[in-house]
């Protein structure tokens, strides 16, 4: 009998950088990939008619992520992806945002990527909630977000 547990699964780092450009936090942090995000996979194995992954999401919300989550508990802001639809290699996609100095201001708990511009719009791949991390106005939040298939 042929056994196959195909699994999705995710990880961020997160670095929060000083106006001077030095490291004030980072954080690696576990992610969920939600129900939501598992049918946009599925359903671009089809076609390429669903929008790709194109932003991230930081907020302050601290509801533990479940898997029928559709926005973040309380989106702070909403940044385009450097690497629009991500970068593959073999199993994996990585995600990259940098949140600049005024945008996604106060005590971030929480993030997400969606495939759309508008605060709490789009489709959510995953998302991941975690201990605050407090953005200063003139701080730099970068997030690096690797999405696995095993």
Do not use: H
């Not at 973040?72 to 990585?94: D, P, R």
């Not at 945008?103 to 991941?128: H, P, Q």
């Not at 953005?135 to 690096?144: N, P, Q, W």
Request: some cysteine; hydrophobic content about 35%.
């Amino acid at each position: 009998m042929i056994k196959d547990n195909l699994k999705v699964s995710g990880n961020l780092s997160i670095k929060l950088y000083d106006e001077n450009g030095e490291i004030k936090d980072s954080k690696e942090i576990p992610n969920l990939v939600v129900t939501t995000g598992k049918n946009w996979i599925a359903s671009r194995m089809q076609s390429n008619t669903s929008p790709v992954m194109s932003y991230m999401s930081i907020g302050s919300g601290t509801v533990d992520p479940a898997v029928t989550d559709i926005t973040l508990g309380n989106e702070l802001g909403k940044v385009a992806l450097a690497n629009t639809g991500g970068y593959a290699v073999a199993n994996t996609v990585t995600y990259d945002a940098t949140f600049p100095p005024g945008t996604g201001t106060g005590s971030i708990t929480e993030a997400g990527i969606f495939n759309a511009s508008g605060a709490n719009t789009g489709t959510m791949l995953c998302r991941t909630e975690f201990g605050v991390v407090t953005k200063a106005a003139l701080d730099t939040l970068s997030i690096s977000w690797v999405v696995s298939i095993t």
